[in-house]
């Protein structure tokens, strides 16, 4: 199956951009891309005129559960965030778990996200198969996902935030991690859901845990992922209780390496962004989520800089209630250019991170991020011929500074998810009522 995508503007990232050209696709790969009419065979055709064509927007970090408790804590520091909520999240179960999973995919997909990265940390001793339910939900909406399979074993009675009755021991959630591996991830070209491993915070694990975490990771050929040096508070607590900072501590246990990448870094000294650089240690940026719990403004500046793989992250809807991902370009440029004034990031610099940076935090630059022959047809056709864009010469600006543009197509290896604003795949009003029953219950304690 050929199907042409004609007469758009497109941005392949890697540098070649094109105001009138043609996206070619052959059943799950790009076949070609470039400027003017295409003059080969084709079996389907769509008329892009006016739209914006791009790599699929990559999600390097989120918690897809907490879509079923939005806009609860909304006035908290993280800590303080985290201690009201892991109460209800101890209640969670599979079905609830699926049902928030279904709707944050659908709601990435509706914002041009073709691959999303899942912490998922959360296990209560009642709550079924987590991971299965996410597994589920994925293929209900039709992305990519990235389930990093989290593990908290410090409760509050070992000096850690969640409750002793959430938290796992430290064999168990090694031996549910490899589990998840074994059981899901496929190594496959163009693999539509992997595993990673990803105790869920320094400050709620245990050395042991980062520790065996990383060396069950790299023995099983697996990526690993963490929450690091994203408030104060933590940094503070880390250089109380081991005396030295969260970079400088993950460094210390092997946590800096090319098979890792951490969400936040907002709380960087300038050598903990060299380390970061030299050792091509990943960066999930997440500006809306950093700015609804006040936690301040990553260095993404400075990690670009310094070589550093920076990727963008909706982050739990619970911390970023609107879960898109397409507007966290626009959030990013924001905040880098307030941290660092009007260079501080360019709109090509935003969409870079949203697509090849995402897909190298990932390991994944080999088969997605750009616009490639050859490379996996995930793509998103914007469309910007209405109201809110009209007029912008520029369609990369138009995407990223402005507001996120409605979807003439989302293609994920190939497969249309997404056409004319519409899942492909899912009812969105099912969905919807379905997250809100889910929700109710979780909140009741049903």
């Known amino acids: 199956m050929r199907t042409l995508i004609a007469n758009a503007a497109i941005a392949t990232v890697t540098g070649e951009e094109y105001a009138s050209g043609h996206v070619v696709v052959e059943n799950d790969r790009i076949a070609a891309v470039g400027e003017g009419v295409y003059t080969g065979e084709f079996d389907e055709r769509v008329e892009a005129g006016g739209c914006l064509i791009t790599p699929g927007l990559i999600n390097t970090h989120h918690h897809l559960y907490q879509w079923a408790t939005r806009g609860m804590a909304a006035d908290h520091t993280l800590f303080e965030w985290l201690v009201a909520l892991y109460p209800v999240w101890s209640r969670l179960d599979a079905e609830i778990t699926h049902a928030a999973g279904t709707a944050g995919m659908a709601r990435l997909a509706l914002t041009g996200c073709t691959t999303v990265a899942d912490h998922h940390y959360v296990f209560p001793r009642d709550g079924g198969d987590q991971v299965a339910a996410l597994a589920a939900a994925r293929q209900r909406i039709g992305v990519r996902l990235h389930v990093v399979r989290g593990s908290m074993d410090r409760g509050e009675s070992d000096g850690g935030l969640p409750p002793d009755n959430l938290v796992e021991s430290t064999e168990d959630a090694l031996t549910g991690t490899e589990a998840a591996i074994d059981r899901f991830h496929d190594d496959s070209a163009g693999a539509h859901l992997q595993i990673a491993a990803g105790p869920c915070s320094p400050f709620s694990v245990t050395e042991r845990l980062m520790s065996g975490a990383a060396e069950l990771a790299r023995r099983k050929g697996v990526r690993l992922h963490t929450h690091l040096a994203e408030t104060l508070d933590e940094e503070k607590q880390c250089l109380a ?25 907002i709380h960087l000294a300038p050598e903990a962004i060299r380390r970061f650089g030299a050792t091509g240690t990943g960066s999930a940026h997440c500006p809306t989520s950093n700015g609804r719990i006040g936690a301040g403004i990553a260095p993404v500046r400075d990690l670009l800089d310094a070589g550093v793989p920076v990727g963008l992250g909706a982050d739990g809807a619970a911390s970023n209630e609107s879960g898109g991902l397409g507007e966290e370009l626009h959030q990013s440029l924001l905040q880098a250019r307030q941290r660092g004034g009007p260079r501080g990031l360019t709109t090509r610099e935003a969409l870079w991170m949203g697509t090849m940076g995402g897909a190298r935090c990932l390991g994944r630059a080999d088969d997605l991020g750009s616009l490639e022959p050859g490379k996996l047809a995930d793509l998103a056709v914007w469309d910007l011929t209405g109201l809110n864009h009209a007029g912008i010469t520029d369609p990369v600006a138009a995407l990223v500074l402005g507001t996120t543009p409605p979807l003439r197509r989302l293609f994920v290896g190939g497969k249309a998810v997404v056409e004319d604003g519409t899942l492909r795949e899912a009812d969105e009003s099912a969905v919807a009522r379905e997250l809100a029953a889910a929700s109710a219950r979780l909140r009741e304690g049903r």
């Open 241 to 265: 209780e081991v005396g030295c900072t969260p970079a400088e501590y993950a460094d210390k246990l092997g946590w800096l390496a090319d098979d890792v990448w951490l969400a936040h870094t």
